[in-house]
């Protein structure tokens, strides 16, 4: 921890006299503190391995570009985005103080600002240079059907740690069919031209990232920032992601008030969900097996697995293109 103090010094110029962790949702690759200076400023300090370097320059674009709720970075003492300690991209940005979204829920109002939010976002185009360097597809999509494989044969084995990986292992096999037709999914979609115009997308939009503060709502953590169809954020908004999305059409009708009318393409949707989902089924049992919390993330893949998840619609032919 000395040796995290003494980096942001030297890399920022910010003396921190407090610093404590947080933790949120299931990114094992970036560790994440609140931490305040003797003066009273409040930064949040994100260590990452994951995601891509793109993710700074995208949220200093939107600032720049006057869209509130992004939360900027901070730059170092040589006017970049980023430093780089042990590896790994050290980012430093104002703490915003309020409360997450997921936990409190969101205001029909609420719903509405979000809405206007994301379509802000999207209906910025990035220069060139940064277009170029924005990935077109989450690149964690491309690990998936590998650690999903992985985890299949370690449950078949038959030789669990213990009662709760039993468990685990009893609920990823009587699933084992639908995983692997969501895996069928994902490889079937990806080889195809899905079309559409790409757009900034967060690709991670559900109220975990969304910070409700009195003025304004925050939309954080964009480490997995992607030019892709609006399908790609907007399917979260559709039904399928339990408490961190709509849970009601008249949420989902008021997100849509302020996003503004946009015709969904079924194809690009049922490929992004199935690639969520897959993701989500991966890494909660990934986190299962090796997490500090595994009854929690049990259940969570359990749900990931339920008849209203984001799986289940994306396996349902005739599940609504979301035409609003």
Request: overall charge negative; hydrophobic content about 40%; some cysteine.
């Amino acid at each position: 921890m000395t040796d995290f103090v003494r980096w942001v010094a030297d890399d920022f110029d910010v003396e921190l006299a407090d610093l404590k962790p947080v933790h949120h949702g299931a990114d094992v690759a970036a560790e994440v503190w609140q931490v305040s200076t003797a003066t009273g400023e409040q930064y949040a300090v994100k260590w990452s391995g994951g995601g891509t370097d793109v993710a700074p320059k995208v949220t200093a674009f939107l600032v720049d570009s006057g869209v509130q709720g992004i939360p900027g970075p901070v730059r170092t003492r040589t006017g970049e985005l980023w430093s780089v300690r042990d590896g790994k991209r050290l980012s430093l940005a104002p703490w915003i103080t309020g409360d997450r979204a997921a936990d409190t829920g969101l205001t029909t109002d609420q719903w509405t600002s979000y809405g206007a939010l994301l379509a802000e976002v999207h209906a910025i185009e990035p220069p060139a240079a940064l277009a170029a360097a924005m990935p077109r597809l989450n690149p964690i999509n491309a690990q998936m059907p590998a650690l999903t494989k992985s985890l299949g044969e370690r449950f078949s084995a038959g030789e669990p740690q213990d009662a709760l990986e039993a468990e685990l292992a009893a609920t990823w096999l009587q699933n084992q069919r639908t995983i692997a037709r969501v895996v069928e999914l994902t490889q079937e979609f990806a080889r195809r031209e899905l079309g559409g115009t790409p757009v900034i997308c967060h690709a991670d939009p559900h109220l975990g990232n969304v910070l409700v503060a009195p003025e304004q709502l925050h939309l954080i953590d964009w480490d997995d920032v992607v030019l892709a169809p609006v399908e790609q954020d907007l399917l979260f908004m559709l039904g399928g992601m339990r408490s961190v999305g709509p849970t009601t059409q008249a949420e989902e009708d008021a997100f849509f008030k302020g996003y503004g009318p946009v015709t969904l393409d079924h194809t690009r949707l049922t490929y992004y969900r199935a690639a969520r989902a897959l993701e989500d089924i991966a890494l909660w049992a990934q986190q299962a097996v090796t997490g500090p919390d595994r009854e929690t993330c049990l259940h969570i893949l359990r749900g990931n697995l339920g008849p209203d998840s984001l799986t289940a619609r994306a396996l349902r032919p005739s599940e609504s293109s979301g035409v609003t």
